[in-house]
């Protein structure tokens, strides 16, 4: 008489009948997680103002210091803290893009000034279970208007930095935004070789953005981006703020003609509103 062997269970048609529900189980629950995941937002975001103060800078501000306050701005050992709490607002030199193309190089010094940028780092967050990649943008609603400041306080830069991250100008230039990390590809366009991609256990992404408003302008403009993910979403949708209305990001230049404008660093203090010849002058 042949025995069983020890261990095993005798197969029934019950056992066989659970045996084949299962993987039809774990696909139903699979296609119940993924309309799940597909009903989350593929992403937020948030925009963080640079943060520190930079090796070189522009401040702008509504108003024109007083006696008093020049003084103290010129004994300061921090103007940029004294200025921003004035109610100052921070501009930074663009990154100097050694390696980029002859042409860009050409645009970025074509005005013979140093051109200043609104530096800010846009912020991807998701919660989605699958990945979303994010792969182009473009600039959209963009309007401007002449600068209403006062003031111009600038240390100019001294030989120039490059920082990780992307570079445009308002309304951007053909191929912008570009890559601004020193390494390969610089000054050429950032989405033809790179992405950002959240979700899947990648929970953030972030961009550093240098942008750059026209002479003399301030402008107002929001973002769409182009995303992909494994929902089969293809799309561009326009970025929002935190309430679901439509992301508006502030970007500005310096006045073309201030009231005061003060140039510091490698000079003494200069009133280039009253010297207009004087050291540095003609590059802010």
């Known amino acids: 008489m042949t025995g069983l062997v020890a261990g095993a269970v005798p197969l029934t048609f019950e056992t066989v009948r659970d045996y084949v529900a299962i993987p039809w189980t774990v696909a139903k629950e699979n296609d119940s997680q993924k309309k799940v995941d597909a009903s989350q937002p593929p992403f937020t975001v948030s925009v963080q103002p640079e943060r520190g103060e930079p090796e070189s800078w522009t401040m702008v501000l509504d108003r024109e210091l007083t006696a008093d306050e020049t003084q103290k701005m010129q004994d300061s050992s921090s103007p940029f803290a004294y200025l921003r709490d004035l109610g100052g607002h921070p501009l930074e030199y663009a990154s100097s893009l050694v390696n980029a193309p002859q042409r860009y190089l050409e645009q970025q010094t074509a005005s013979g000034r140093l051109e200043n940028v609104d530096t800010f780092k846009l912020n991807f967050l998701s919660t989605r279970a699958y990945p979303v990649m994010i792969d182009d943008w473009k600039v959209v609603d963009l309007a401007c208007v002449q600068s209403t400041r006062k003031t111009v306080v600038s240390r100019p830069s001294q030989g120039g930095a490059a920082y990780e991250g992307i570079s445009l100008h308002l309304p951007p230039r053909a191929d912008e935004p570009v890559l601004t990390d020193d390494t390969e590809g610089q000054g050429m366009p950032y989405f033809d070789s790179r992405y ?59 006045p073309e003609n201030p009231r005061q404008k003060w140039v510091f660093g490698s000079v003494p203090w200069t009133p280039c509103h009253l010297n207009p010849q004087g050291d540095q002058c003609d590059l802010v």
């Open 196 to 254: 950002i991609e959240v979700g899947g256990g990648q929970s953030s992404g972030a961009l550093r953005v240098e942008a750059i408003a026209p002479p003399g302008q301030s402008c107002e403009w929001g973002i769409e981006v182009h995303y992909a993910d494994a929902h089969h979403q293809d799309e561009y949708v326009q970025l929002t703020d935190g309430d679901g209305s439509p992301l508006r990001i502030h970007t500005e230049s310096a």
